[in-house]
């Protein structure tokens, strides 16, 4: 970690930063937000800081608002080119039991980490953890990210990089990380996250320039079996942006015109 600001307040020490009683450390109530730094910007903040809102709307948080979030961005950013950077915003802390008191300030946490290094193509896996259906928290990035961390814990292998994740219905969602297309003929297809998963950033980026460079895009249930009929098969995500998925177990995909022709457009937005 290079720099982490709690509350607008320069942390030396991280690892006592956060009341013991922070509601996000207790129950996972809040909301966090994972951000490219690149070439001294903060590509996508205005989605990113949009999609923070909704979700402290939907849990009934107060949201520090935009003016609050950037400034301290910028102070952890400061005259660095490249990194990643975490928002996390908790409720706050709060005595014990569920219940939340009404009115306690939220706790903000913005960090800045080193820069990583994502191949553009990769081999994924399935993953034994099933998403949950909750159609109250579908599409918001909460803190509860348990079922993720089960499904990375399933594999050790460096070579692959990602799982893919059904719902408890059998649905295909998403990657324990990202969130997943198929191109069939010259159609492009994403899950609807009607029930569980991330409306990733990366994820809307790819919708709306598809539909600008004349790409047919459908939100809808996806099934494993699609992907038996899947020409091209891509991963988004925010930082790692779009990665061509070229085998998952006994399917092989290339690395497809689309997948390409939205990858270089996206770049050039960037």
């Known amino acids: 970690m290079l720099s982490v600001l709690v509350n607008g307040q320069e942390c030396k020490d991280p690892a006592h930063a956060v009341a013991v009683h922070d509601r996000g450390l207790a129950y996972g109530d809040g909301l966090f937000e994972t ?11 205005d989605a990113h800081l949009r999609r923070l809102a909704q ?9 520090p608002g935009d003016d609050v979030l950037r400034a301290e961005i910028d102070r952890v950013c400061g005259s660095r080119s490249a990194g990643v950077v975490k928002l996390v915003l908790t409720r706050g802390a709060g005595a014990r039991g569920y219940r939340p008191a009404p009115g306690a300030p939220c706790t903000r946490i913005v960090s800045l ?30 803190l509860n990210r348990l079922e993720q961390v ?22 295909l969602v998403c990657g324990t990380a990202s969130n997943i297309f198929i191109v069939r003929g010259h159609e492009l ?4 996250l009607r029930y569980c998963g991330v409306r990733g950033i990366m994820r809307g980026e790819v919708i709306r320039i598809a539909t600008e460079l004349g790409i047919p895009v ?8 699609d992907l038996e009929t899947a020409t091209e098969v891509f991963v988004t995500n925010a930082i790692r942006g779009i990665r061509s998925v070229t085998a998952l177990e006994q399917f092989t995909w290339p690395c497809g015109h689309i997948t390409q022709s939205l990858r270089e457009a996206v770049d050039r937005d960037a």
């Open 218 to 225: 459908r939100e809808e249930p996806l099934w494993p079996e």
């Open 55 to 63: 979700g402290c709307s939907k849990l009934g948080i107060d949201y």
């Open 150 to 171: 089960l499904a990375q814990s399933e594999w050790q292998d460096p070579e692959v990089e990602e799982g893919f994740m059904l719902d408890s219905e059998g649905e």
């Open 189 to 192: 297809i994403t899950h609807d």
């Open 113 to 142: 980490h080193e820069p990583v290094e994502s191949p553009s193509s990769i081999r994924v896996r399935w993953c034994r953890m099933r998403l949950s259906r909750n159609a109250a928290l579908a599409g918001i990035k909460h």
């Open 35 to 45: 951000m490219l730094l690149a070439w001294g910007k903060v590509r996508f903040l």
